[in-house]
Nanobody
Framework: QVELEESGGGLVQPGGSLRLSCVVF????????IGWFRQAPGKEREAVSC????????YYTDSVKGQFTITRENAKNTVWLQMNSLKPEDTAVYSC????????????????WGQGTQVTISS
């Protein structure tokens, strides 16, 4: 059974940092590219970042370039999203998902999703 589990969300003040984790179960992480997505209240889901399965190709949406960093360690079946200099507009539910590809221009179709973790940026 394929599962993804996110953790690391919470409430932080503007300017703070969080590191989200996405742990996968039921499959070998190195077979999949992984994407991070977020959905803020009243807004559509947005692709934030992705990382390819083996060669470390990454993608970031323009609004988080230089602010977020995605990394993975296949041996630990884990992908991280380091988020720095957080702003109120980063408030959203963040979810990870397997994606069929990740290139410098974005990610492909999603397959399996985690439940999401809430990130709230507020003073």
């Amino acid at each position: 059974q394929v599962e993804l589990e996110e953790s690391g969300g919470g409430l932080v003040q503007p300017g703070g940092s969080l590191r989200l984790s996405c742990v996968v179960f039921g499959f070998a992480l190195d077979d999949y590219a992984i994407g991070w997505f977020r959905q803020a209240p009243g807004k559509e889901r947005e692709a934030v970042s992705c990382i390819s399965s083996r060669h470390g190709v990454t993608y970031y949406t323009d609004s988080v370039k230089g602010q977020f960093t995605i990394t993975r360690e296949n041996a630990k079946n884990t992908v991280w999203l380091q988020m720095n200099s957080l702003k109120p507009e980063d408030t959203a539910v963040y979810s990870c998902a397997t994606v069929q590809r990740c290139s410098g221009s974005g990610s492909g179709q999603t397959d399996f999703w985690g439940q999401g973790t809430q990130v709230t940026i507020s003073s």
